[in-house]
């Protein structure tokens, strides 16, 4: 990767940085743009473009070559940054060492620009970069109350969120504008193409740290220090692309570059900004629709709402948030995985809240799982990780060719053998599932040809039920049956019965069950039946609690490996 001699130029109402950076075959303009009045303060320096060309480099192992001197402070930050990318996603280390011997120092160019006459703004200048988040936001208040250091600047990126409209985009704008003169703080436009051009090659999560520190840099003659709140605390180390131990290391000879409040996590930084109401009414944390306000449904806003609800501030959920706030809302998620902060979070939540802990959780397991979460709130994936094992996406869990039989803890098998059928519950069976084909013809068969049973059937493409009323409903029931299109059988389905004393009945084609029924041992043969054994009718009590005892053995003792026949 090559990253050419930079350019000053007015463009409009701004001063525009740009550079040439060539990797692979690929050669494109890489950005920044600052007020035209602060040209004076824009050097034609590659500065703003190191961090995000270090990044790319070491993400599409090449070499990286600057057409201009770089100082031994630079080239060792730059190194670091390398050396953990390296350790955090094993990508390459890229060749650095002719970075100092390189050909062209930064010097005037067009625009009349001097480097060496921008010597005494600088000063105490002190610059935090601001969007309106918990993170930044809460380093405000911290500023503004004296126990973190003074700011001098708020620097603020506009038009970087690719979801904003033009329209949207200038509102946002105006509401963080509104927000510095609230607090009479200069608040400098920033543009750039920077977050365009990283999103090409690499997802948000790992650039957005050298994004924004890369952009802010372009004031470097004007900062002493340049500030970026953190998104994680202390306790995560990495991989992130933006931590207190990465961030400091995109500082030049003229800018340090602090990462501050990563001793605090989210919810400490929310009862700080709390303290504020009127800068809490104006937080800007939701980015995924294009809305001038926080829509209240995302993920972001409901990790950041459930923040504010644990410290008692419903009000300014009310205020800050276009929808009111439920637990139901967070059974609603759907789409990205959850942000790095979110287990601080849930770790906060304390019994008075113990709805929201089962929604988060429900929603942690449905991310972690996709459609193998059970709906009683079993989660396969953190039961490997407690037993020191580990789940593929792709694994299957059960019995049957190429399936992982659930680990159980030895506390677990003891109490499973101790259990027997209910042969007073209320419900003789339940069919509790998600919605497709398969779930509501078994549900017709069993109302046909069985005694009077519950069906919940709920929508495979949402959280559904509350796990806590699928576990009612599981522990008020005698059996509970399920349709499985696949050659083996349900270990998340079996596991939830049991362990709620419910007898489980797989169904399943013929010639699905002749396959599953050639492995599985002889007397867990009952656990499955075809579709036309629904006519069979419902087993009586006997037969009930031998098949669960067949399941408890299956689950406490695994089944043998299948023979091959001689």
Not at 238 to 267: I, N, Q
Not at 467 to 493: E, F, M, Q, Y
Request: with cysteine; hydrophobic share 40%; charged share 20%.
């Amino acid at each position: 990767m090559r990253v050419s001699e930079p350019r000053v130029s007015l463009d409009r109402d701004q001063a525009a940085l740009s550079c040439s950076v060539a990797f692979g075959s690929d050669e494109r303009t890489w950005r920044v743009g600052v007020p035209k009045e602060l040209i004076r303060f824009v050097a034609p320096a590659v500065d703003p473009f190191l961090p995000l060309a270090t990044l790319l480099a070491s993400y599409l192992g090449e070499d990286l070559q600057v057409d201009q001197t770089l100082s031994p402070t630079q080239i060792e930050g730059l190194t670091s940054a390398a050396a953990l990318f390296a350790q955090w996603w094993d990508w390459s280390i890229p060749n650095l060492s002719g970075l100092q011997n390189a050909a062209v120092p930064p010097s005037e160019n067009a625009t009349g620009f001097n480097p060496s006459a921008v010597t005494g703004p600088r000063g105490d200048n002190a610059g935090l970069l601001f969007t309106r988040g918990i993170d930044s936001t809460a380093s405000l208040v911290a500023a503004l109350d004296g126990s973190s250091a003074p700011v001098t600047h708020l620097l603020g990126i506009d038009g970087i969120e690719p979801n904003h409209s033009p329209r949207v985009a200038a509102e946002v704008w105006a509401d963080t504008q509104a927000v510095a003169d609230l607090v009479s703080l200069p608040l400098i436009r920033l543009t750039t193409n920077l977050r365009e051009e990283a999103d090409r090659l690499l997802p948000w999560g790992q650039t957005h740290g050298a994004v924004l520190v890369g952009t802010a840099l372009v004031l470097s003659p004007l900062l002493a220090t340049l500030s970026i709140s953190q998104t994680v605390d202390n306790s995560h180390a990495g991989p992130h692309g933006s931590t207190s131990r990465l961030d400091p290391m995109w500082s030049t000879d003229s800018t340090r570059v602090k990462a501050v409040h990563s001793e605090m996590d989210r919810v400490h930084k929310a009862a700080l900004v709390a303290t504020r109401p009127a800068l809490a009414a104006a937080i800007k944390v939701c980015w995924e629709g294009d809305t001038r306000k926080n829509c209240g449904r995302c993920l972001k806003c409901l990790h950041t709402m459930t923040c504010f609800e644990l410290l008692g501030a419903s009000e300014l959920v009310e205020s800050a948030f276009h929808k009111p706030f439920s637990s139901e809302a967070i059974r609603q998620l759907a789409g990205p995985g959850p942000a790095t902060s979110l287990q601080q979070v849930i770790d906060a939540i304390d019994e008075d809240h113990a709805v929201l802990r089962e929604a988060w959780e429900d929603y942690l397991s449905r991310v972690e799982n996709g459609q193998r979460r059970g709906l009683a709130g079993l989660n396969p994936s953190a039961r490997f990780a407690a037993a020191g094992g580990s789940l593929s996406p792709e694994g299957l869990v059960g019995w049957g060719l190429h399936c992982q039989q659930i680990p159980l803890s030895l506390d677990e098998r003891h109490r499973l053998c101790a259990m027997s059928t209910k042969a007073q519950a209320p419900i003789d069976w339940c069919l509790a599932d998600r919605k497709d084909a398969g779930s509501v013809e078994l549900a017709a068969e069993l109302t046909d040809h069985w005694t009077t049973g519950a069906v919940l059937i709920v929508d495979a493409e949402i959280s559904g039920a509350p796990p806590g009323a699928v576990s009612r409903l599981l522990s008020a029931s005698k059996v509970r049956c399920w349709l499985s299109d696949s050659p083996h059988l349900d270990g998340i389905r079996l596991i939830e019965a049991i362990e709620h004393g419910c007898v489980p009945i797989q169904f399943m084609d013929e010639q699905h069950l002749r396959s599953l029924c050639a492995e599985l041992p002889q007397w867990a043969s009952p656990l499955v039946r075809s579709m036309q054994q629904v006519e069979l009718g419902l087993p009586n009590e006997a037969e009930l609690q031998l098949i669960f005892q067949a399941a408890v053995q299956l689950a406490v003792l695994g089944s043998p490996p299948v023979m091959a026949a001689s």
